[in-house]
């Protein structure tokens, strides 16, 4: 049997293989456009539009921390990711592996994985699709917090979203970031009880995001 945190990391990994998956849509008899979520139900694609508000951007700069020494090159895309080997171990995704690299925190439930495409999606085109294709796997995800950073000279996306899934309470805190090279995930996951406790780890690793020349 899988212990709770091995359950809680094959399920998030099943949902993020959904989670980037092409969006779902169907026409209606009178023409009205609608996403279908895995539960069965559906929303009028333009009902999320309607409640959206402007995403807010943080006028404070973020940088790449001191300890965060080790740089991991995309191969898809000119970006790469400093990170502090230390306490952060990662790996290659393979060939059923949505993710380019899946990372852990050496000592602790958080796990993240960079998700990269050569695709140029705008941002907040980029913020529908994942969260209309979170949806999927789990049809309550919301985004909690979101906001425009630039780091390291990058404007990137900071979203964060909480869910249940098979009883299961979760969070994902990531920069989406896109260029005319390509797409980035840069997402990190852990149970929604311990997100708090590990946001400093988490907001120095994702400030290691940087552009590649």
């Not at 009028?44 to 300890?67: G, L, M, R, V």
């Not at 059923?96 to 050569?118: F, H, N, P, T, V």
């Not at 989406?176 to 988490?202: C, D, M, R, W």
Request: proline content about 3%; cysteine-free; hydrophobic content about 40%.
């Amino acid at each position: 049997t899988f212990s709770m945190n091995k359950t809680i990391l094959v399920l998030i990994f099943l949902f993020f293989v959904s989670f980037i998956q092409a969006q779902q849509t169907a026409i209606t008899e009178t023409g009205e456009q609608v996403i279908l979520y895995k539960d069965g139900t559906w929303k009028y694609q333009n009902q999320e539009q309607e409640i959206e508000k402007e995403i807010p951007t943080n006028s404070i700069p973020f940088n790449k921390d001191a300890e965060s020494t080790f740089l991991l090159k995309s191969n898809k895309v000119n970006v790469g990711f400093w990170l502090n080997p230390k306490i952060w171990t990662f790996k290659k995704g393979t060939e059923k592996d949505a993710a380019e690299y899946k990372l852990q925190l050496k000592a602790g439930d958080l796990y993240g994985m960079i998700i990269s495409e050569k695709v140029e999606i705008p941002l907040e085109t980029l913020k529908s699709i994942a969260l209309n294709n979170g949806r999927k796997a789990a049809p309550d995800l919301k985004i909690t917090k979101e906001e425009y950073r630039i780091v390291n000279g990058l404007k990137v996306l900071l979203l964060q979203m909480n869910g249940t899934m098979e009883g299961i309470k979760f969070s994902y805190y990531g920069y989406y970031f896109s260029n005319t090279n390509g797409t980035v995930q840069f997402v990190t996951y852990t149970s929604t009880n311990l997100i708090a406790s590990y946001l400093p780890k988490i907001e120095v690793l994702l400030n290691g995001i940087v552009e590649l020349n």
